[in-house]
């Protein structure tokens, strides 16, 4: 990319400067007068070599003055100094006709004030320090803009994992709760088959720590895995009901963005065998629904919704998209918008 830009300067500035030469030297082209309205010697109109050696000449000072104003490792004051330094060693050796057709050098001839050179190249000058200011304006522009990108998706990076990594601690308690009491009723062989699904779990956080987005397949394989967990714990008391659309698997959500709905079902909910929690997951026009009755503890006390918090933030984050909440007095749903990939998503590269 940084060559390509180079290329893009290069370019610019011999188009530049073959602009200069032909804008000083265009009313000799046109008609062969000088700029001051007089006919140049008869020779002159006979001598094509000498009119496109100084057209060369004019486009090597304009090509050596415009590249010297878009050097960035130069200060402006050495940029004027040394475009004035250029611009005048040019003007000295500036080739001339004269009326018998001979080529003359204003150094070699000590005829060093001519009015016409002279006003070429002035403008020369003056046009290259004023478009080596525009460069550096828009480098500059350019330059703070870049700066100002890498430095907001930095921020969205470093929030995004302060937001992944309270996910871990969280879920790892919960576990070891759940374990802790298959250890206490002493089923080792459920102890042994739920250390394997929770090593199972831990291993698709830790595979996914790297990325932040996933496939819907990939999402509902490790889902399937932690409600098994669930379900040593609920047992005969939760369900849950898994219905996606085919076309839908390859789509992308956030990492771990189920687990947390499910442990939210499960912690604000009373769950019992003459009650038990019925949770649903279904695809509905490219969103991904998840909903169950609400059936509130007796002593169910205010929640701080973190985890809820955390999934809304990482969408927003990773997906400029909101997930929506939908609260009634006995349901309580979540809609999560699913990418299609390739999808826009944020690069927090």
């Given at each position: 990319?940084?060559q390509?830009?180079?290329h893009?300067v290069?370019?610019?500035?011999?188009?530049?400067?073959?602009?200069?030469?032909l804008?000083?030297?265009?009313?000799f082209?046109?008609?062969g007068?000088?700029v001051?309205?007089?006919r140049?010697p008869?020779?002159?109109?006979?001598?094509?070599?000498?009119i496109?050696?100084?057209l060369f000449?004019f486009?090597?000072?304009a090509?050596?003055?415009?590249?010297?104003?878009?050097?960035?490792?130069?200060?402006l004051t050495?940029k004027?100094l040394l475009t004035?330094?250029?611009?005048v060693l040019f003007?000295?050796?500036?080739?001339?006709?004269?009326?018998?057709?001979?080529?003359?050098i204003p150094l070699m001839?000590?005829?060093?004030?001519?009015?016409?050179?002279?006003?070429k190249c002035?403008?020369v000058?003056i046009?290259?320090?004023?478009?080596?200011?525009?460069f550096?304006?828009?480098?500059q522009?350019?330059h703070i803009?870049i700066e100002?990108?890498q430095?907001?998706?930095?921020?969205l990076?470093t929030r995004?994992?302060?937001?992944?990594?309270?996910?871990?601690?969280?879920?790892?308690?919960?576990s070891?709760?759940?374990l802790?009491?298959?250890?206490?009723e002493?089923?080792?062989d459920?102890a042994?088959?739920y250390?394997d699904r929770?090593?199972d779990?831990?291993r698709?956080?830790l595979?996914?720590g790297?990325?932040e987005?996933?496939t819907l397949?990939e999402?509902?394989?490790?889902t399937e895995?932690?409600l098994?967990?669930?379900?040593i714990?609920?047992?005969n008391k939760?369900?849950?009901?898994?219905r996606?659309?085919d076309?839908?698997?390859?789509?992308k959500?956030?990492?771990?963005?189920?687990?947390?709905l499910?442990?939210?079902?499960?912690?604000?909910n009373?769950?019992?065998?003459?009650?038990?929690?019925?949770i649903a997951?279904?695809t509905d026009d490219?969103?991904l629904?998840?909903?169950?009755?609400?059936?509130?503890k007796?002593?169910?006390?205010?929640?701080?919704?973190i985890?809820l918090?955390?999934l809304s933030?990482?969408?927003?984050?990773?997906t400029?998209?909101?997930?929506?909440?939908?609260?009634?007095?006995?349901?309580f749903?979540?809609?999560?918008?699913?990418?299609e990939s390739?999808n826009?998503?944020?690069?927090?590269s």
């Open positions: 990319m940084k390509t830009g180079k893009r290069i370019v610019i500035n011999l188009l530049v400067a073959l602009a200069l030469t804008i000083v030297n265009f009313s082209l046109l008609n007068n000088d001051r309205g007089h140049p008869p020779m002159m109109t006979m001598a094509p070599g000498f496109a050696f100084q000449y486009y090597a000072m090509i050596a003055i415009v590249m010297l104003n878009t050097v960035r490792s130069l200060s050495r004027i004035i330094a250029i611009t003007y000295l050796f500036i080739p001339t006709l004269s009326r018998g057709g001979n080529w003359n001839t000590g005829r060093l004030y001519n009015p016409l050179h002279i006003m002035s403008f000058l046009v290259s320090v004023l478009y080596g200011l525009i550096e304006l828009i480098y522009k350019q803009t100002n990108e430095l907001k998706n930095e921020n990076q995004y994992n302060m937001l992944a990594n309270q996910i871990s601690p969280h879920f790892l308690f919960n070891l709760n759940s802790s009491m298959l250890v206490r002493k089923s080792n459920k042994l088959l250390i929770l090593a779990t831990f698709y956080m595979q996914s790297q990325g987005l996933t397949s999402e509902l394989r490790f895995a932690y098994y967990l669930l379900t714990r609920y047992e939760l369900f849950c009901d898994i996606i659309e076309r839908y698997r390859d789509w959500l956030p990492v771990l963005s189920l687990q947390p499910i442990e939210n079902a499960v912690k604000h009373s769950i019992s065998r003459t009650k038990p929690l019925r997951i279904r490219g969103t629904v998840v909903s169950n009755p609400l059936i509130p007796i002593d169910e006390t205010t929640g701080t919704g985890g918090k955390n933030s990482r969408y927003l984050l990773l400029s998209q909101q997930v929506r909440i939908i609260r009634t007095d006995d349901a749903e979540v809609i999560l918008p699913l990418i390739p826009p998503i944020k690069s927090l």
